[in-house]
């Protein structure tokens, strides 16, 4: 049978979309695990009835079926071969939620969040919290029994699930639950499980955390006789689930968190069972490596003081029945006093303990690269043993790390004795297969040794199925073989986990991406010097799908919008991985690559949202350079892509821009002008600026204070510069800038600021009203002679020769007040970012990159400063006590700047400030180009839009990015200011 026999027979049975291309099956290819298994087709059914129909074509075809939720499993459980069922994109809904008997029934798409959400009104919540359950499925909970760090009071997802309605391999659809009975809808479970009663009371249930292999515990009379419970967590080998109803529980009151201190890890460790008498709601273990990668990406604001010591235990503590706040307190305390440590905190609920668990859920993410920012790969990442073992263990298991050469960070949720890791296993090449394998053969020994299982909580998948020989005896494995037999005779259910293991070196991704070194494009410098390093940052943990605006974050706006693994960050890295390995992908300019990257913003969120760091704008930008090398581009290149060469041609000839702007007013003649240009005719044309910000910097002042800012400028950019290659940071707080000045006589801070060609061209506002803050600020304001553009729209469309030759003049402009330790503020953020963030990757070689992107400020960046760069601390902001801002900060500020600076300053003045997270939908070229118009305003509806509608007339929209004023502008008639206008009073 041919796969275009599977699709077509597929298409005639199921509603729901059916997907056969190569790029769909490489985005499916893999999870969050080292594995990649290219299916031969992709289903998202609409209902159970698809489910039905697809799981019928595929049993009388014989195809293997892999179900898949948020593709979040680290053991390689959502990969297979054959189908793949996508149940996130339609069925992922609560049916229904009855808050008396505390349960919910829920499609098995629906992420953990949303049902959180759906509980939260009636004070319920389900127990286990996984760090992914923003984006994790419950169906993929079930599948894998996750647990988190609450499962210490709460139990994991098995101890939370009430009942399943499930398909098994043969077509049987049945409701799994509990009590007598319960067993007869499987034929031969009941006489399976009564032959067996010694095996499965002694090799299975021996701790909680034990979730390798079958559960069959659970059929156990003694146990409730409970089939529901068995099936969570055996990986979708033996059904699929349909719906399941699952208990909830009260919301805890009062929470405390109890910070211990200790020398390491491992003493941390051995003072766990004191602990769990406290009946304690989490014990969480971070190591000292973890914070620290934390404050290194976070910042250090995002870190609180925590007590002295390596390694820490968090434990939280709610009411009990019947107690209150002051009650919860003391417990809090006693609990403390037992730690057997004195380096102790109490923090109540609040912003500091919420910080202390962001350090912890940060881990999922952080925790795929060391400490030296090497990779770190999954493949041993939650093993468990007794808690009172853990101690122990993990002095064992670091020692066994250490003597192998292998590093990760350690945490995990030590009150269950489950152990995170990701580690630096030599995955890059085939030689380092032997010697991982090699580590995961020693590490499952260990963990045996100290009666731990393979898995506490993410499933055994590829990862560790072909190892369960190490924890379980020949008995204990026949027995899950003959489970698997009664569900599945024919092992079409996810086929090489569990029973008939796939080699755990089978099928990894990362060995066979062939090196792809950079090449007249981007350098790559953290990645090496290799794209296939760079794309492979990607781990699949899938922050990407989950709504990161909550926290604050930007990602993904594309697929915020169409719910499309097509269109999130880690699909696109999967279709750019599978180019590196050149199989199923074979070239840049593939119609696979290209549909990828279509929807791809190039807003930079990712670079600063995603754990691992992936900077999909940087990959889309090197792939459009190698895919149009010495081709015919699509005429927006041409026109978008460089725009700032026609602007600066427009309003370089007195009285042209005028004409244009009046000519292009008449609609019929924009839309023609639009849609000639590549560009979405809905869309309305850009205003010119009718005078150049640097006609009207020259005009400025009478002859005399003219005349002496032109020697100023001529003087510090052409006199003698430090060397370029020595240390010359303004940012490094030289004070260099400060004592120059004194030497030329100027009693003022110097500063230089940098007007883009959005700023110069298109609109100077805000470059004009910064001149007037930095002024009033007490500073003298340099602009150079020379315009100097940085190329942002050659980058976005991939002419990155281009862009390289703009930024080679723009240093040569610029770098000599860098030299002489004179800050460069920018006005437009997306320029800025540019120097900040791709020119020093860009010219590696130039040395005078680097040092001008540590002396390139954004304003508030600047203004908030201390001395020597900042205005001092006299300085006080213009009032803006009262004023109402809605601000929108652009995604490049976002994701290279931060924002932080802007909302200190804005604070600083007495702004009551509503702060959007997300992208405004435009993205400079993005929302212009013909085809995105739809997906650009779907993004503005995230948060912008629904912003500017509720908002006053008096409120204040602040966007510094021309980008943002431009989409609220043009979609909801609101005009923006920039932050210098703001501050000078223009709103």
């Not at 929470?255 to 460790?269: I, K, Q, S, W």
Request: aromatic share 6%; net charge negative.
């Amino acid at each position: 049978m041919t796969a275009q026999d599977i699709t077509a027979a597929l298409r005639t049975a199921v509603a729901g979309e059916v997907d056969d291309s190569d790029r769909r099956r490489a985005e499916y290819s893999t999870d969050a695990s080292n594995y990649r298994v290219v299916p031969q087709v992709v289903v998202a059914p609409r209902d159970a009835d698809d489910v039905l129909a697809a799981l019928d074509v595929a049993r009388r075809l014989e195809v293997p079926v892999t179900a898949r939720g948020g593709g979040t499993s680290v053991a390689g459980n959502a990969v297979g071969p054959g189908m793949v069922l996508d149940f996130s994109r339609h069925l992922n809904k609560v049916l229904s939620l009855d808050p008396e008997a505390r349960t919910a029934v829920v499609q098995p798409g629906v992420v953990m969040s949303d049902l959180q959400a759906v509980a939260r009104p009636h004070g319920l919540r389900f127990g286990p919290d996984p760090s992914t359950q923003n984006r994790a499925t419950l169906g993929g909970m079930i599948g894998n029994n996750a647990c988190g760090p609450h499962a210490v009071a709460y139990g994991r997802t098995a101890d939370n699930v009430r009942s399943l309605e499930v398909v098994d391999a043969s077509g049987r659809r049945f409701t799994a639950g509990a009590g007598s009975g319960a067993l007869d809808v499987v034929p031969g479970l009941e006489k399976l499980v009564g032959a067996n009663l010694a095996t499965i009371r002694t090799a299975l249930g021996r701790f909680k955390r034990q979730v390798s292999g079958y559960s069959l515990e659970h059929l156990l009379p003694e146990n409730g006789t409970d089939l529901a419970k068995f099936l969570v967590g055996s990986e979708g080998t033996l059904v699929t689930v349909l719906e399941a109803t699952v208990d909830l529980v009260a919301m805890p009151t009062a929470p405390v968190v109890v910070a211990l201190g200790y020398p390491d890890m491992p003493t941390a460790a051995d003072a766990v069972p004191a602990l769990l008498g406290f009946d304690p709601l989490a014990v969480e273990g971070i190591d000292a490596r973890l914070v620290d990668v934390v404050r290194r990406h976070r910042g250090p604001a995002a870190v609180p003081e925590l007590p002295p010591g390596g390694g820490w235990l968090l434990v939280e503590v709610g009411a009990r029945e019947g107690e209150g706040p002051e009650d919860v307190l003391a417990r809090a305390r006693a609990l403390a006093a037992a730690g057997g440590t004195d380096a102790a905190a109490v923090v109540p609920a609040g912003a500091q303990a919420d910080a202390l668990w962001r350090i912890r859920a940060d881990g999922a993410g952080l925790g795929g690269r060391t400490p030296a920012g090497d990779p770190a790969w999954p493949g041993w990442e939650d093993a468990a043993v007794p808690p009172e073992r853990l101690g122990d263990y993990l002095r064992d298991y670091t020692a066994l790390m250490a003597d192998r050469g292998v590093d990760g960070l350690l945490y995990g949720h030590f009150g269950d004795g489950c152990v995170h890791v990701r580690l630096d296993l030599p995955l890059e090449t085939p030689a380092g297969i032997g010697p991982s394998r090699e580590f995961l053969e020693a590490s499952a020994d260990l963990v045996a040794r100290y009666g731990g299982s393979l898995s506490g909580e993410h499933g055994d998948g590829r990862a560790r199925s072909e190892l369960l020989d190490r924890m379980y005896t020949p008995e204990v494995l026949d027995l899950f073989g003959q489970v698997k037999t009664l569900f599945d005779p024919a092992g079409h259910l996810n086929p090489g986990v569990l029973v008939d293991p796939a080699p755990l070196d089978a099928d990894l991704r990362r060995p066979y991406a062939k090196p792809t070194p950079a090449r007249k494009g981007f350098a790559f410098l953290e990645d090496g010097g290799d794209f296939a390093t760079a794309v492979h940052r990607c781990t699949g943990v899938g922050k990407c799908r989950a709504d990161n605006s909550a926290a604050g974050g930007f990602m993904c706006p594309s697929y915020q919008a169409t719910k499309d693994e097509k269109d999130v960050t880690r699909g696109r890295a999967r279709v750019l991985q599978e180019l590196t390995n050149g199989s199923l992908i074979p070239t840049w300019d593939s119609p696979a690559v290209r549909d990828s990257l279509d929807l791809c913003l190039s807003c930079k969120a990712c670079s600063a949202d995603c754990p691992t760091g992936v900077d999909m704008a940087r990959y889309k930008s090197e792939v459009l350079h190698r895919a149009y090398e010495g081709k015919v581009r699509p005429v927006n290149h041409y026109l978008l892509g460089q725009l700032p060469r026609w602007t600066g041609l427009v309003t370089k000839v007195p009285g042209l821009a005028r004409l244009s702007n009046t000519v292009l007013k008449a609609r019929p003649l924009a839309r023609l002008v639009l849609r000639a240009g590549g560009m979405d005719p809905r869309r309305e044309m850009v205003t010119f600026a009718e005078e150049r910000f640097s006609t009207w910097w020259r005009k400025r002042d009478d002859g005399a204070t003219a005349s002496s800012r032109a020697r100023l400028d001529t003087a510090t950019a052409t006199g003698a510069p430090p060397a370029v290659g020595a240390s010359s940071s303004a940012r490094a707080s030289k004070g260099r800038a400060p004592e120059r000045a004194a030497a030329d006589g100027v009693a003022r801070r110097r500063v230089v600021l940098w007007a883009d060609s959005f700023s110069e061209t298109l609109d100077n506002d805000g470059a004009r009203a910064a001149v007037t803050l930095l002024e009033q600020a007490g500073y003298e304001v340099i602009v150079p002679a020379e315009n100097a553009c940085c190329g942002l729209t050659w980058i976005s469309t991939g002419q990155l020769d281009g862009a390289k030759k703009r930024l080679t003049h723009l240093l040569g402009v610029l770098a000599p007040y860098a030299a002489n330790g004179i800050p460069v503020v920018g006005v437009e953020p997306s320029c800025t970012a540019v120097l900040r963030s791709d020119l020093p990757d860009l010219l590696p070689d130039d040395p005078r990159a680097q040092m001008l992107a540590d002396d390139t400020y954004t304003l508030a960046e600047l203004l908030t400063a201390p001395a020597p760069v900042g205005p001092g601390p006299d300085w006080v902001p213009p009032s803006l006590e009262g004023v109402e801002v809605v601000a929108q900060p652009h995604c490049h500020h976002h994701s290279v700047m931060g924002w932080e600076a802007d909302a200190a300053l804005l604070a600083r003045a007495g702004a009551t400030v509503t702060r959007l997270a997300g992208c405004c939908g435009l993205a400079g070229n993005f929302g212009m180009e013909a085809g995105h118009y739809d997906t650009s305003v779907a993004v503005a509806e995230n948060a912008l839009l629904p912003a500017l509608r509720e908002a006053g007339p008096d409120t204040v929209y602040l966007a510094d990015g021309f980008s943002c004023r431009t989409q609220a502008d043009q979609l909801a008639g609101r005009h923006g200011v920039h932050l210098a206008q703001l501050l000078t009073g223009q709103r």
